[in-house]
């Protein structure tokens, strides 16, 4: 399932046994993000999770302090 969290990030949870994967994508770089996490944690939890995940990555890539090549 797919869905906008904030503005120009796209998630999907893909529910995987007894765990929950959370992909983060934002819709201008895109950048990629995932977590995995209990689903019995919630989805709002998840969806912040992810999305400050994704922003962690992003700021560091733009900080220079990101993996060569990019994201």
Do not use: C, H, W
Request: proline fraction near 4%; glycine fraction near 12%.
């Amino acid at each position: 399932m797919a869905s906008r969290a904030e503005e120009g990030v796209i998630l999907e949870f893909f529910r995987i046994g007894r765990y929950v994967k959370v992909s983060a994508v934002d819709t201008k770089t895109g950048t990629e993000v995932s977590i995995v996490g209990d689903p019995m944690r919630g989805e709002a939890i998840l969806k912040r999770t992810a999305i400050q995940k994704l922003k962690y990555v992003m700021n560091k890539a733009q900080n220079g302090d990101g993996p060569p090549g990019g994201v």
